[in-house]
């Protein structure tokens, strides 16, 4: 498995803007095997829910809550994944976890340990 480590987060006031990074133990993009990379996040009291995944050369996805907002990009060379957090509200507190998986079958699924953002308004 890819160990992920999670940095950035913390506490903003509403409209503010945050930077999330996620650097992976191995390589995330060679010849044999290409991985995808996603952000989740988990707000109290609910269900965990994709906020935004890239592959790699492929066109990024959103949750519609984020479009607009939030931009997920990835540096192959430093096994990183990054989560550009703009305009931020009150609805956007959550943990925020770092996700990867096996871009080819989806397998070797990795989590990072959890970020808490908090907003405020």
């Known amino acids: 498995q890819v160990r992920l480590v999670q940095s950035g987060g913390g506490s903003v006031q509403a409209g503010g803007s945050l930077r999330l990074s996620c650097a992976a133990s191995?390589?995330?993009?060679?010849?044999?095997?290409?991985?995808?990379m996603a952000w989740y996040r988990q707000a109290p009291g609910k269900q965990r829910e994709l906020v935004a995944r890239?592959?790699?050369?492929?066109?990024?996805t959103y949750a519609d809550s984020v479009k607009g907002r939030f931009t997920i990009s990835r540096d192959n060379s430093r096994k990183t994944v990054f989560l550009y957090m703009n305009n931020l509200k009150s609805e956007d507190t959550a943990v925020y976890y770092c996700?990867?998986?096996?871009?080819?079958?989806?397998?070797?699924?990795?989590w990072g340990e959890g970020t808490l953002v908090t907003v405020s308004s």
């Open positions: 890239i592959a790699s050369g492929g066109t990024p």
């Open positions: 996700n990867a998986e096996k871009t080819a079958d989806r397998s070797d699924t990795s």
């Open positions: 191995r390589s995330i993009f060679s010849t044999y095997v290409t991985y995808t």
